[in-house]
């Protein structure tokens, strides 16, 4: 590396490559924190045929978003305060132990704990990876790159329960866990190699009574929209309890910011209100694309009779749609500067394509279906990497990491109230569908039978056309929920301010050549 700096003579002829090289390690870093969900989650029953421990089943996906959610924002502040290359080569090894560990698992105990530790990894996986391109590239050259990373995830949504099948049924569920290891070991070799960054010292301490309440608060609010209207009732003492200690630990949280040298969270960062407007839109992403993730599937294997091993595949209109129109608007944001119209847009979108998905019952073709979900995946488009440019360019550099987990942290819980909110709704309209169809006998049978489309085939036909009806009620009432909340979302986008993009461009040759030469300055040394 030091002697392509040397030949190269500029910093400017350095940069083009070097930032590709570790944007690739930034994107394997990114798919492995992504794909590990969707991969293990067609290894599951195989993993509690061997295992055991069926009850303990939905705590190893719990363990590992409660600790990713939890530790989102301290690996951001860490970063910020120590260096943003050490705490990102952290996280990877982390990441990596605990692969090796839940593979190496051998009692449904252990495999929690361990997923435990992955998650805590994967927090500052995600992080990192947006930090470190918010230090590398201008926020105005920043758009060319969102098609790579909606690229990333539609790879992960498409490629993670095939995968996944294909390891478990070929190479055994430990796997599933092992190909994380020689993947992280190519972004460890890549990140070590070639990303140099100014070492930073800290001016404080970790701000770690703010750290604490914020992870009992995060803990708190997950397992409230995960065991609320499934493990326990919405009105049990369990669930009250959990919303009281997460309300206090909130309001003990901006406390004690207050008083914070070095908070964990600075909440000088919500004063910018594109900064607190991008957070809030990004929650209702997040509510959007993981309700939508999750019902869609569920809604063509059970009414339109397809496969649950393409399950991913299923996905692929929105996922393009998403991934196309990013890439599209992230030219169009680095050539002209202008972003305000795509949430604005993206908004709109995202509220005709779930009331689209809402009016889909049981004669709706896959044809059809597929054009809704295009729309949906077109709206997820134009905000998805808005939401994190435009939060980024709304704070100081060296708020960067905050800045950028508190939008990721956003985005995850928005995602857990979709789930939560969505799935509530929709196993409620399901039995109350059963019910008057079958009688109420039928509505204890159909809290549990989500039933794929060859189990759904050997039902008599008086049942099987009643499961179908409810299914399709069911996915109508949970998308009309989303339809509504995303109204608040395009409001919202209607007040976004049109603050010029920090960086180089046509329009910036000047000072903004001037600001796009420091990242590559930090290859050089």
């Known amino acids: 590396m030091s002697d392509a700096v040397k030949q190269a003579g500029t910093p400017e002829e350095v940069k083009p490559r070097s930032v590709r090289v570790v944007l690739m390690a930034l994107m394997i870093a990114m798919l492995l924190a992504m794909l ?40 951001g502040k860490v970063g ?13 090894v982390i990441f990596l132990v605990g692969s090796a560990l839940s593979g190496m698992a051998q009692d449904m105990g252990q495999l929690i704990g361990f997923r435990a530790i992955q998650g805590l990894g994967a927090g500052g996986l995600m992080v990192g990876v947006m930090a470190i391109i918010g230090d590398l590239i201008p926020p105005r050259e920043r758009g060319k790159y969102q098609g790579m990373m909606a690229g990333v995830m539609a790879l992960a949504m498409i490629g993670g329960p095939l995968v996944g099948g294909t390891i478990t049924d070929h190479m055994g569920w430990r796997w599933s866990f092992y190909i994380n290891l020689p993947l992280g070991a190519v972004a460890l070799a890549m990140v070590s190699a070639v990303l140099h960054l100014p070492k930073k010292k800290a001016q404080g301490k970790i701000d770690y009574l703010g750290a604490a309440l914020l992870t009992v608060a995060i803990t708190s609010t997950v397992l409230v929209t995960t065991w609320g209207g499934t493990e326990y009732a919405w009105g049990s003492g369990e669930i009250i309890g959990l919303i009281v200690v997460g309300v206090l630990a909130i309001a ?16 000088h960062i919500f004063r910018s209100r594109n900064f607190t407007l991008m957070s809030v839109i990004g929650f209702l992403v997040g509510f959007a694309m993981f309700g939508g993730v999750l019902y869609l599937p569920l809604f063509q294997q059970a009414v339109q009779g397809a496969s649950a091993t393409n399950s991913g595949l299923l996905l692929l209109p929105m996922l393009l749609s998403m991934m196309v129109v990013s890439l599209v608007v992230g030219r169009i944001t680095t050539s002209s500067g202008k972003y305000k119209l795509f949430p604005i847009v993206g908004g709109a979108l995202m509220v005709v394509g779930l009331f689209l998905l809402a009016t889909m019952d049981t ?9 809704y979900m295009a729309v949906l995946g077109a709206g997820l488009g134009f905000l998805m990497q808005i939401t ?15 800045a950028s987990s508190s939008a990721t942290l956003f985005r995850t819980l928005g995602g857990s109230f979709g789930v939560a909110l969505m799935g509530s709704l929709f196993t409620s309209r399901v039995t109350d569908t059963m019910s008057e169809r079958l009688g109420p006998q039928a509505a204890q049978a159909a809290g549990s039978a989500q039933l794929d489309a060859a189990s759904l085939a050997k039902l008599p036909e008086a049942v099987r056309d009643a499961y179908q009806h409810a299914v399709a009620a069911g996915t109508h009432s949970a998308f009309l929920l989303g339809a509504a909340i995303a109204v608040l979302g395009f409001a919202l986008a209607w007040f976004v301010k049109e603050v010029p993009l920090r960086g180089a461009g046509p329009a910036q040759a000047g000072g903004g050549a001037k600001a796009a030469a420091s990242p590559a300055d930090s290859f050089a040394h």
């Open 388 to 402: 994190m440019l435009v939060a980024q360019n709304s704070v100081q550099m060296k708020d960067m990491g905050v």
């Open 252 to 267: 003990a949280f901006l406390y004690a910011e207050t008083k914070a040298a070095e908070p964990v969270m600075p909440l």
């Open 80 to 92: 910020d305060m120590y260096g943003r290359k050490g705490s990102f080569l952290t996280s990877i």
């Open 363 to 371: 004669g709706t073709s896959r044809l059809i279906s597929g054009v």
């Open 36 to 75: 590990d969900n969707m991969i293990i989650g067609t290894a599951m029953p195989t993993i509690v045929g061997e295992l055991g421990g069926l009850e303990h089943l939905s705590w190893v996906v719990t363990a590992y978003t409660l600790a990713t959610a939890a530790s989102t924002p301290i690996w």
